[in-house]
């Protein structure tokens, strides 16, 4: 079910509130370009800064209008485990495919504390993909931690975000050929499918569905010399989105198109010109302006 394209989909806002009429279009806009399934809610959506009842309504209004025609992993991590459960257990109640959860950040938990946080969250009932980010979390969690992981019938894949290419064929060894491992980082996502992954979760398919779908398309049946070729349209774009943070990349490309404004919440603040005239040339690049 968890494959291909899936973009982790930006909130946006409208004079500092949720737009939600802007959400909907966005969630057709996607499907009509070929994107997989969706990813409410994660850090490219600003989930550290919507409220929790804002949260919720992304996470509700993206599943009722997608009404089944691509899964949802909704965004229900923490550095809390009983907010984790929480956000878990309302992802369940909207009717989310599954729940992706963050290693919880700052308090930096051992894997013994790993286990127990993600075993909360999995006792919920809802397929959960870990979110292995130490960039940010300043944790990491070890294959052999996921191998324990992966026997929770409930802890079904990862979005692994390490940028490490190994991780693939060891979390395979650990947690077996089943277990669905998705990319976090779009610069290394043909290599990512190519060692044993099956898709990404994408910051960049905010502004190029298309073209991601069409890659990990490629990539999922095996044609790396066409994937290749797409990989070098769309690295100028991978590269210039996270010259700052890639929610405000992101925004501002979706601007350049029409579809959002380029708000988003402090402490993230408008890219500087620099950035800007950078992504709009990467965006001319691949054709998409």
């Given amino acids: 079910m968890f494959k291909g394209s899936l973009p982790a989909l930006i909130t946006p806002f409208q004079n500092g509130q949720v737009d939600l009429a ?5 969630v057709d806009w996607h499907l009509d ?3 997989h399934g969706f990813v409410p809610v994660g850090t490219t959506g600003e989930s550290p800064t ?7 309504l992304v996470v509700q209004t ?12 909704a965004g229900a991590g923490s550095n ?8 878990v257990q309302a ?4 009717g989310a495919n599954a729940a992706l959860v963050v290693t919880p950040y700052y308090n930096k938990p051992t894997q013994r504390g790993l286990i127990a946080h993600f075993t909360a969250a999995a006792d919920c009932s809802l397929p959960i993909i870990i979110y292995n980010i130490p960039g940010r979390s300043v944790v990491d969690m070890s294959p052999e931690t ?45 290599g990512f499918n190519a060692h044993g992954g099956v898709g990404c979760i994408s910051v960049t398919a905010n502004v190029a569905p298309k073209l991601c779908a069409d890659f990990q398309n490629a990539t999922l049946r095996g044609d790396y010399a ?15 989105i996270f010259m700052e943070p890639g929610t405000c990349g992101a925004k501002y490309g979706m601007s350049l198109l029409g579809l959002c404004t380029e708000e988003v919440r402090s402490p993230l603040v408008e890219l500087s010109q620099e950035t800007k005239d950078a992504i709009k040339s990467a965006m001319e690049f691949a054709g998409l302006l």
């Fill in 226 to 240: 066409t994937a290749l070729e797409q990989l070098d349209v769309l690295m100028p774009l991978h590269k210039a």
């Fill in 22 to 26: 802007a959400l909907k279009k966005l």
């Fill in 91 to 94: 992802a369940k109640d909207a």
């Fill in 50 to 56: 919507l409220s929790h009842s804002e949260h919720d």
């Fill in 146 to 190: 996921m191998g324990e992981l992966a026997k929770h019938e409930m802890i079904v894949g990862v979005k692994d975000a390490t940028g490490d290419l190994s991780r693939v064929p060891l979390t395979r060894m650990t947690c077996g050929t089943d277990f669905v491992q998705l990319s976090g980082e779009d610069a290394t996502a043909l």
């Fill in 33 to 35: 370009n070929g994107t």
């Fill in 62 to 73: 993206v599943i009722d209008h997608t009404a089944g025609r691509a899964p949802i992993i």
């Fill in 80 to 87: 809390n485990t009983s907010e984790t459960v929480r956000l």
